[in-house]
């Protein structure tokens, strides 16, 4: 009986150096950084994030990120019941990086998040370690650019375009959620599911296809895939 005591001790000591690695991935960066499990709770919170938003790891531990976070994407508001963040980690996502403005302690700020998935070798669980890096200046230069190229360029939308490689018959300019529609089409998915995964509604879904139709040229969706895989866009 003492040797399965010993036993035991020593396996939850194991088990704690383990945790204790897990959470150094959290709290050993300099950035705001913080963990969501699976189930969409913050289970790891690190100084850095305490001071950027303001609130204390006792306030932030196994409430949910969409009730604790205010953010938005360009297109509108991304949090909510069904957020996009805490799916990522259910759906085992590969590794994110996006621009999002989150509501901070000092206001609105414009912050990349860099997201991976993780296992914990203790629990066995799965979570999204979430890096926060303020891009604030860069952004208001992009959105500077923009609004200089929306005024002075003629049918301009007012977004930063990405552009595909120059193809001897194709040469189009996508959006960035252009792009993640277009890639979504060429997986088989349907509107709704898109409008599901981008946390944007099926008519912002439609009303995306239907420029990149005509950036291709194209009658329909199945066209414009063939004509941006010639084109190396996907």
């Known amino acids: 009986m003492e040797a399965e005591l010993v036993n035991w ?25 913080f963990a ?23 306030e932030v531990m196994s409430v949910q990120f969409h009730e604790l976070f205010l953010c938005s994407d360009e297109e509108g508001i991304v949090c909510s019941e069904h ?13 994110v990086n996006t621009d999002l403005r989150f509501q ?15 296992s914990d070798p203790t629990s066995g669980g799965r979570y999204a370690i979430h890096i926060v890096h303020p891009i604030e200046i860069r952004k208001r230069l992009e959105q500077a650019l923009s609004e200089f190229v929306r005024t002075h360029v003629s049918g301009w939308n007012g977004k930063l375009p990405v552009c595909s490689a120059p193809t001897p018959n ?7 959620r252009e792009l993640e529609v277009l890639k979504s ?13 981008l946390n944007i509604s099926s008519t912002t879904v439609k009303n995306h296809i239907k420029h990149v139709l005509g950036k291709f040229g194209a009658h329909t969706r199945l066209e414009a895939i063939r004509r941006a895989e010639t084109a190396g866009i996907i």
């Open 9 to 33: 001790t020593t396996q939850r000591r194991h088990e704690g150096a383990r945790s204790k690695q897990f959470l150094m991935m959290v709290q050993g960066t300099g950035d705001a950084a």
């Open 36 to 58: 969501v499990d699976e189930a969409g709770r913050i289970s790891a919170w690190n100084k850095a994030a305490a001071e950027l938003f303001g609130r204390s790891e006792t």
């Open 83 to 95: 957020c996009v963040v805490e799916h990522w980690v259910a759906d085992d996502r590969p590794p």
């Open 185 to 197: 089409l060429a997986k088989g998915h349907n509107t709704r599911t898109i409008a599901n995964q």
């Open 104 to 118: 901070t302690k000092g206001g609105w700020l414009w912050c990349n998040l860099s997201t991976f998935i993780v």
């Open 170 to 176: 194709v040469n189009v300019c996508l959006t960035r």
